[in-house]
């Protein structure tokens, strides 16, 4: 029996929670620390409540709101009201409140080709609203676009999309991407950054091992079943005390270098600038580089100064001993140049992972074993991808929050 | 010195062979078949023998050449010849270290970077003409996968060293723990396996490195390790290689050498994830002439009775 000291007032307001039998209302147990609650039309409370929860579409109808006179608020738990009478609240002067969550998420363009697809999407739409199209009419608004592999954005590109402030790629290269126009308007560019420097000098110093020392060719070999008939197999030739000539000392030619240095090979560059920190030797010019090089390296970025920046003359440098590695782009080597010299024996060999006009790869050079030919495979791991993802989101996060881009790309 | 008499056991090098002409009265053991009208004429001129991995110096050949006073091997392993046997007959013994640990240790590499990122496959895929139709799938990537090695002398350091620059962490077995490098050491090759991702076999052949790779080992590797052999053959038990290969127990191997060279389980020809090359691994103009130098040096060192450069007995 209750006493005076006993007793709890009990302050709480009373609630009608309004469910349909198949209905629940989760996490009612939350709602009793502040509320009385009941559920029945049919209940004497029914006469003196005063708020409702709208359990999923239950509807509130005219009828409802008969048997609830003294109701003055209807709290939906669904962004929709439909199943609201509203016209009849209003009329009884009751208020409505609806669940709507606002969508703070940033609005991004992905840019592709029809033949390109950005893969794990799933994780940028946790970040951001997503479009893929010129033609949407959320192109005149979007600030931002992701450039999917080597979709270009030219200036007409630009003109679809007068909102644009930034252009996120996802590859290294960016010689798809008209910089001059973007920095005529205004729109940042970033690239992959460093996510895939490790995977492409990883490829970069396989290609080399695979020519030198003639791997892929002894593998063939092997498996034709000549090794028992022939036996004797050609001699390669030693890494070790080699001259690498790297052409672009970025991320990725840094990363080769090294790895080079741990098998007894000096390294020596060209890039556009000399770079103070860096002790290796310098070359104003990729033919000296190639004079004093016994392998060349390719890895920097392709660009109108670069097109064409191993050309018949600096493989004449390079020499017959020489080999080259190409790991940037093809059309950084004059290929039907660099395709004579190895089909004449004026170079020593080549391992190439990109050519002028992919897929389509010089004939002339399957028959050669002194060529490692591979299809601009460099970056293809996994685990590139998931780092491609974090550059990317990353970036755009920077940008919609105003804090400096994890990887501006900068003229060096 | 040409009146000394120098038996050569099989063709391993026109330039040692031109340089052992030159020197020496060279006598070659191929040019005689069958092997008896060869001992009949010759066993009791001969002083020196330069032996090779295919024929060395075994206790049969040792037996039967009365003079000899040297063996000097055209390679760094040396189970191709009767130690003992030299030793109790006081037979000096050099063989090529050094010179080919660099040459080596790239091959070893070399196989590392082309079984985890498919380079020969990718290759075969381009000169096939399947490039226009689609592209190479994923592979692996190789910078940070942890690599064990099974013995840690010169060879297997340089390996570490190599790999090192690609951020693998460097794990390793060996007869004693050198506490000098920063590499963990594992007492016994089986915790090795389980904890590596890249197996690399750089040991000498000896009665208890027999098959020291066996069907426990390639478990405990398990379906994503890989093996590297630039060993001798018979360090691995090659069946049970090939059967893990086959049923896909283990992810990949790459191999310079094999049980019965030239032999190699035909099995393994149609597999994408193996590479085999035909025991090239000091197979390079600059080494195999330094090689060549080094059995020179060595001879010449003896008959003029100065100090062997490279003595091992």
């Known amino acids: 029996m209750a006493t005076e000291d006993n007793e709890v007032e009990d302050h709480r307001p009373l609630v009608l929670i309004h469910h349909l039998p198949s209905f629940k209302l989760p996490l009612q147990d939350r709602l009793i620390t502040h509320f009385r609650l009941f559920d029945s039309l049919a209940s004497p409370e029914a006469s003196s409540v005063r708020a409702l929860i709208c359990v999923g579409p239950t509807p509130v109808t005219a009828d409802t709101l008969d048997h609830l006179p003294s109701l003055r608020l209807v709290v939906g738990s669904s962004a929709g009201l439909d199943h609201v009478d509203l016209a009849e609240c209003r009329r009884r002067g009751i208020a409505v409140t609806n669940n709507e969550v606002e969508d703070h998420r940033p609005l991004v363009l992905i840019h592709h080709l029809p033949s390109f697809e950005l893969p794990l999407q799933d994780r940028l739409i946790t970040h951001f609203r997503l479009f893929d199209s010129l033609a949407s009419p959320e192109a005149s608004s979007v600030r931002a676009l992701i450039c999917v592999g080597p979709t270009p954005v030219t200036a007409d590109t630009l003109d679809h999309l007068p909102s644009l402030r930034l252009v996120v790629g996802s590859s290294a290269g960016l010689d798809h991407v008209d910089l001059a126009e973007c920095r005529r308007r205004g729109i940042a560019v970033t690239s992959a950054g460093d996510a895939n420097s490790e995977n492409v000098a990883d490829y970069a110093v396989a290609l080399l091992l695979d020519v030198l020392r003639r791997v892929s060719a002894a593998d063939r070999f092997v498996r034709s079943g000549l090794w028992p008939q022939i036996g004797e197999y050609p001699l390669g030739c030693k890494l070790g005390g080699k001259r690498i000539g790297i052409v672009g000392l970025g991320s990725i030619g840094s990363e080769v270098a090294k790895r080079l240095v741990a098998f007894v090979c000096t390294v020596a560059y060209n890039s556009r600038n000399k770079k103070p920190s860096v002790l290796y030797p310098y070359y104003a010019n990729v033919h000296d580089l190639a004079v004093n090089s016994d392998v060349l390296v390719v890895c920097c970025a392709l660009t109108n100064e670069t097109h064409h920046i191993i050309n018949k003359d600096v493989l004449t440098a390079l020499g017959r001993e020489g080999f080259i590695i190409n790991v940037g782009r093809g059309a950084l080597v004059d290929e039907k140049e660099l395709v004579q010299f190895l089909v004449q024996g004026e170079i020593g060999g080549a391992g190439l992972d990109v050519f002028e006009n992919e897929p389509n790869v010089p004939k002339e050079l399957f028959a050669l074993d002194n060529v490692v030919l591979s299809p601009h495979l460099a970056i293809s791991t996994p685990e590139s991808f998931e780092a491609l993802n974090e550059v990317i989101i990353a970036n755009l996060k920077a940008f919609f929050s105003s804090k400096p881009l994890l990887s501006p790309f900068e003229q060096e | ?313």
Request: aromatic share 6%; glycine share 8%; hydrophobic share 40%.
């Open chain 2, 1 to 313: 010195m040409d009146s000394i008499t120098v038996l050569m056991t099989s063709p391993m090098s026109d330039y040692l062979e031109k340089q052992l002409k030159d020197r020496f009265n060279l006598v070659k053991l191929w040019a005689y078949s069958p092997k008896t009208d060869f001992f009949k004429h010759n066993s009791h001129s001969i002083r020196a023998v330069v032996g090779n991995t295919k024929i060395g110096a075994d206790a049969e050949l040792i037996d039967s050449l009365p003079e000899l006073e040297i063996v000097s091997s055209y390679s760094v392993g040396l189970d191709k010849i009767d130690l003992r046997k030299c030793q109790e007959k006081g037979i000096r013994v050099t063989n090529t270290p050094d010179v080919l640990t660099d040459d080596v240790a790239d091959v070893a590499m070399g196989l590392m970077l082309a079984v985890t990122r498919r380079v020969c496959e990718c290759d075969r895929f381009v000169r096939r003409g399947l490039w226009p139709k689609g592209d190479f799938r994923l592979t692996n990537k190789f910078s940070g996968m942890q690599v064990g090695i099974v013995g840690l002398g010169r060879i297997g350091s340089a390996i570490a060293k190599r790999a090192e620059a690609f951020g693998c962490p460097i794990s390793y077995y060996s007869r004693s723990e050198k506490p000098e490098t920063n590499y963990k050491y594992f007492s016994n090759i089986i915790d090795l396996a389980v904890n590596c991702q890249i197996l690399v076999v750089a040991c000498a052949l000896t009665e208890e490195t027999h098959h020291i790779v066996n069907r426990e080992v390639i478990d405990a590797l398990g379906p994503e390790g890989i093996l590297i052999n630039i060993g001798r053959g018979s360090h691995v038990d090659e069946p049970e290689l090939v059967s893990a290969l086959l049923e896909g127990r283990l992810g990949g191997a790459g191999l310079d050498v094999y049980e019965n060279e030239p032999e190699v389980p035909e099995q393994l020809f149609g597999l994408e994830n193996v590479v085999l090359m035909p025991h090239v691994g000091s197979d390079t103009v600059e080494t195999t002439d330094a090689m060549a130098d080094l059995v020179i040096k060595n001879l010449e060192a003896h008959f003029l009775k100065k100090p062997l450069l490279t003595p091992v007995v």
